[in-house]
């Protein structure tokens, strides 16, 4: 093999390679949000979004009239044998 094909093959190769940059910095994203990742893997990775974490969610006082209505028969159930 002669030095001369090397050479092309390198040549060929770098024109690719510049090609290949070109295209790829001509292209748009096809994402422009930035990345979001699930809560619970930022949770783990220490990473915690305090606006989605606080303020609890405050409860009106029909849901609460109506979540104690069904705190009697939950307890009654698991109570009995």
Do not use: H, W, Y
């Not at 910095?25 to 783990?44: D, V």
């Not at 609460?64 to 698991?78: D, R, S, T, Y």
Request: with cysteine; aromatic share 12%.
């Amino acid at each position: 093999m002669s030095g001369c094909g090397l050479f092309l093959r390198s040549a060929a190769a770098a024109r690719l390679c510049r090609a290949l940059v070109a295209f790829t910095a001509s292209r748009r994203p096809l994402r422009t949000s930035p990345p979001s990742q699930a809560f619970a893997k930022e949770l783990f990775l220490g990473k915690i979004e305090k606006k989605e974490v606080f303020p609890f969610p405050e409860v009106s006082q029909d849901e609460l009239n109506e979540i104690n209505q069904f705190v009697g028969p939950v307890e009654k159930f698991f109570t009995e044998e």
